[in-house]
């Protein structure tokens, strides 16, 4: 099974930046489908934004033009970088590889993002 290890988090200013980072244990060329996932305190998780083999992206409207999402197979590994923070964006961020060919979803332990003057 494939593990997932998250970094990047931390404290950041309203308008700040940070880039968060995601290295997979396995190969995830051609089979995962990568994304990051977010959970506010008292709120249900996420989906902030997600990646496919093909490069096709997808993000939650509320992150739009501000968030990027990118992959690197090579390297097995996922960034997400965030633009023009908000109070709203904090968060404890996930790292998701969802297996195609058996519907499976893989998770890493997260990483805080807090967003504060």
């Known amino acids: 099974q494939v593990q997932l290890v998250e970094s990047g988090g931390g404290l950041v200013q309203p308008g700040g930046s940070l880039r968060l980072s995601c290295v997979a244990s396995?190969?995830?060329?051609?089979?995962?489908?990568m994304g990051w996932y977010r959970q506010a305190a008292g709120k249900q998780r996420e989906l902030v934004a997600r990646i496919n083999s093909d490069g096709i992206t997808n993000y939650a409207e509320s992150v739009k033009g501000r968030f990027t999402i990118s992959r690197d197979n090579a390297k097995r590994m996922v960034y997400l970088q965030m633009n023009s923070l908000k109070p709203e964006d904090t968060a404890v961020y996930y790292c998701n590889a969802y297996r195609t060919y058996n519907r499976y979803n893989y998770w890493g332990q997260g990483t805080q993002v807090t967003v504060s003057s």
């Open positions: 396995e190969s995830i060329s051609s089979i995962y489908v």
